[in-house]
């Protein structure tokens, strides 16, 4: 018979197996940590039991010691969202290891005050740019260096189709776009031809020179246009960055999902082939990296059966 904390952690292996997770070593070492801690009769989850329990083994590397406590990390969240009891192991307890940083999501009213601070840049170009870029991010969820790469041929406003290039695999999609989004980026493109009748290069979104966006300008632009907007580094010091676009449109559509009774785990390989991961893990991992979402995920696991529907795809931008 499972004693209190090895039938939570049961609780939780069963909940990330339902979200297409094998856990098999992690499972064994996370039954390993729950039965010590019932030995010991201890029903609360705390940072120092866990770190003592991750740097027991002698003679070993710190990265093992920190993979050990990674394995944790994920149930302190799940407990923490059952039981505020339980405490959250912080992602930066151990130096020398590299845990997946916690994703920043924003709120509406930080989108709307960067999409208005990008209008204030010095040249108009490049504010109608950032604008856009700001924009587009947000309401498709692609990767920064993806929008980057868009050339003229891979937006079809007629169709209402983006053709974007994955910047990871090379894979191609085709995603459709909100009427919104649309008429803002037709909009875009109007003035950006006004502004650049002659650009030097074929891209759909230009920089000051004609040219395709560089990484490292337009991540050290944005970073002036948060703090124009005040959009600050989260508790525990996440950081808002062009890619926690991506991070909000996924979150936020899951979060939605949950909310409005849809079945997330039928949707979820939908929104994985819309954000270009080869990996279903990829996307329910913001799942386990998100209060929220694991509190929902949670609630659905422990309420009654219910039924749930389908979602309409692409989701509304």
């Known amino acids: 018979m499972n004693g209190v904390m090895e039938q939570a952690a049961a609780d939780y292996l069963a909940l990330r197996r339902a979200l297409g997770t094998r856990l098999r070593q992690p499972g064994q070492l996370l039954r390993d940590f729950a039965a010590s801690l019932d030995a010991r009769g201890t029903t609360r989850l705390t940072i120092a039991d866990a770190l003592a329990w991750a740097t027991a083994p002698s003679g070993t590397s710190a990265h093992w010691h920190g993979w050990r406590l990674g394995v944790l990390r994920g149930w302190s969240r799940y407990l923490?969202?059952?039981?505020?009891?339980?405490?959250?192991?912080?992602?930066?307890?151990?130096?020398?290891?590299?845990?997946?940083?916690t994703p920043f999501v924003f709120t509406g009213a930080e989108i709307a005050a960067l999409l208005e601070a990008a209008t204030h840049l010095r040249y108009a170009l490049t504010?109608?740019?950032?604008?856009?870029?700001?924009?587009?991010?947000?309401?498709?969820?692609?990767?920064?260096?993806?929008?980057?790469?868009l050339d003229r041929d891979s937006v079809?406003?007629?169709?209402?189709?983006?053709?974007?290039?994955?910047?990871?695999?090379?894979?191609?999609?085709?995603l459709g776009l909100h009427d919104t989004a649309i008429t803002a980026l037709a909009a875009y493109a109007q003035r950006r031809d006004l502004l650049c009748p002659h650009p030097p290069q074929p891209c759909f979104l230009l920089s000051v020179r004609?040219?395709?966006?560089?990484?490292?300008?337009?991540?050290?632009?944005?970073?002036?246009?948060?703090?124009?907007?005040?959009?600050?580094?989260?508790?525990?010091?996440?950081?808002?960055?062009?890619?926690?676009f991506r991070h909000t449109f996924a979150v936020t559509t899951i979060i939605n999902w949950y909310r409005d009774g849809i079945d997330a785990d039928a949707a979820m390989p939908a929104l994985s082939a819309w954000l270009g991961h080869t990996n279903p893990r990829d996307t329910y991992w913001y799942i386990s990296a998100t209060p929220e979402l694991l509190a929902l995920a949670v609630e659905k696991m422990t309420s009654p059966a219910q039924t749930r529907r389908l979602p309409a795809w692409p989701p509304a931008s």
């Open 80 to 101: 923490h969202a059952v039981d505020h009891a339980h405490e959250v192991i912080p992602d930066d307890l151990i130096p020398g290891t590299y845990p997946r940083t």
């Open 127 to 149: 504010a109608a740019t950032y604008h856009t870029l700001l924009g587009l991010l947000a309401t498709t969820g692609i990767r920064p260096g993806e929008a980057f790469a």
């Open 156 to 174: 079809d406003l007629p169709a209402g189709v983006l053709t974007v290039v994955s910047s990871k695999t090379g894979q191609i999609r085709r």
């Open 210 to 244: 004609g040219t395709r966006l560089d990484t490292t300008i337009a991540g050290r632009t944005f970073r002036s246009l948060a703090r124009a907007a005040n959009v600050t580094a989260r508790p525990g010091g996440t950081r808002p960055l062009l890619r926690s």
